[in-house]
């Protein structure tokens, strides 16, 4: 019998009283959905914020893509992965070389080589008041523990610049590094074994720490995908590198799986890597397409649209801010480079050019928040820990996505346009030939 055929045909009138019935059965109804999610959200809340970022050296999107790795896949089951670029803006003032350090640090930093001055991996003169993570995770909770498991001594003594007076003598609480000095217990072979023994290390004393001690807020980088690409190329030592890169995320991620189910604690994992690779694999640095070409993987829960565009390595940071709800300075803000793809979002893609005597502005509008501010500075006193004065332009219509102006009694060769918006800021520079 065809169950639809017993249905009255027609509309269904109901009187008054069952109208009322009903209406007070929804409302019960919702009411009772509204409290069981606020519960949830209460729980959410009351639970401890923590976060691992995981930098994976050299793998192309199209690498990460194609080769099998069943415990990233766990992670991106659970959030997602991103395309998306290093390298700043092809051609523009922000390019920035496709160089390990360099994207290390523009992880670390939320801006491109431009500002944070990290130009190679001799590392010669970072400006460090572009403030990493760390820095500004530690003005805010001085307490809060942090942990870096790497292995490359130069990411927490230099790029972080654990100890050093230009950080304010930041401390990073725990760390577990430097073993490619230790040539006797690590003999540097040809085949660049060593340095896959040293990612095993790394990851397992990263994995350990976690279960044990859970930093709020920690990094681990591995190496070896990067060395067997110089050394081989696309090849299968390469496939085999990446492979051996996800069983150690694996180590990371069942710890703080084991934490999860422990404890009241919400973690945030992001993975990425800091370039991509030439064409046939071996090396990298240059702007080509598959240089410039990265992905960043993470289990977060609440992405936004930006999630859905390309992101870039700058995003990192202000997505990590926006899950632990760090209050970045005002000023230190409208320098981030990056827009979050966690968290509340309202445009990307800002950017600004000087024709004759006006400004005109673009954006990528993410969001329904109808109102933003614009903007400008003609110096750059930032750059060297002094304070830059903004003019207001003027406010403006978010939706539109474009907006022009002459920047009136104002005649410079340099401007920094900053777009404010609900949920943050945005910025470009303007040079003038
Ligand atoms: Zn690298």
């Not at 766990?74 to 070389?97: F, H, L, N, R, V």
């Not at 290390?201 to 190496?223: C, G, Q």
């Not at 690409?229 to 590198?241: E, I, K, L, M």
């Not at 080509?288 to 993987?297: C, G, L, M, N, P």
Request: charged share 25%.
């Amino acid at each position: 019998m065809n169950f639809r055929a017993r249905l009255p045909s027609g509309s269904i009138v109901y009187s008054k009283q069952q109208m009322k019935k009903i209406l007070l059965a929804a409302g019960i109804l919702l009411g009772a959905l509204y409290s069981c999610t606020s519960e949830k959200q209460q729980e959410q809340e009351q639970k401890s914020k923590k976060v691992l970022f995981v930098i994976v050296d050299g793998i192309p999107y199209d690498v990460i893509d194609s080769v099998e790795t069943p415990n990233l896949d766990k992670i991106i089951s659970e959030g997602g992965i991103m395309k998306a670029t290093m390298g700043g803006e092809k051609d523009g003032y922000s390019q920035t070389p496709t160089i390990s350090a360099v994207g290390y640090n523009s992880v670390l930093t939320g801006v491109w080589a431009n500002k944070h001055n990290v130009w190679g991996n001799s590392i010669k003169d970072p400006n460090y008041h572009y403030s990493t993570v760390f820095r500004l995770f530690k003005n805010q909770f001085p307490a809060g523990k942090t942990a870096i498991y790497s292995t490359w001594l130069d990411n927490r003594t230099k790029l972080v610049g654990d100890g050093l007076l230009q950080t304010g003598n930041l401390k990073i609480d725990e760390h577990f590094d430097g073993l490619e000095l230790d040539t006797v217990n690590y003999p540097h072979d040809e085949e660049r074994m060593y340095i896959h023994l040293i990612d095993e290390e790394v990851s397992k004393t990263a994995a350990k720490s976690i279960a044990e001690n859970a930093p709020d807020l920690s990094w681990m980088y591995l190496e070896f995908t990067d060395d067997m690409s110089h050394r081989y190329g696309n090849s299968p030592q390469y496939v085999d590198a990446v492979k051996k890169a996800d069983f150690q995320i694996g180590r990371v991620w069942d710890a703080i799986k084991e934490r999860e189910a422990k404890f009241q604690e919400d973690w945030l994992i992001v993975i990425t890597t800091d370039h991509g690779r030439e064409d046939d694999g071996h090396g990298h640095g240059g702007q080509s397409d598959r240089e410039r070409s990265i992905w960043i993987a993470t289990n977060a829960k609440d992405l936004n649209s930006h999630f859905d565009e390309i992101g870039q390595t700058v995003d990192i940071l202000p997505s990590i801010a926006n899950f632990m709800e760090l209050d970045i300075p005002k000023d230190k803000a409208m320098e981030l480079d990056g827009t979050p793809f966690i968290g509340a979002v309202d445009a990307s893609n800002f950017k600004a050019v000087k024709n004759e005597n006006e400004i005109s502005l673009t954006w990528n509008s993410l969001s329904n928040s109808g109102k933003g501010n614009v903007w400008i500075s003609t110096t750059n006193n930032f750059k060297s820990g002094g304070k830059d004065s903004y003019e207001l332009v003027g406010e403006i219509d978010l939706k539109k996505e474009s907006y022009s102006f002459s920047p009136e009694n104002m005649n410079s060769e340099f401007y920094k346009v900053v777009l404010e918006t609900p949920s943050g800021y945005l910025n470009y520079w303007i040079f003038e030939e």
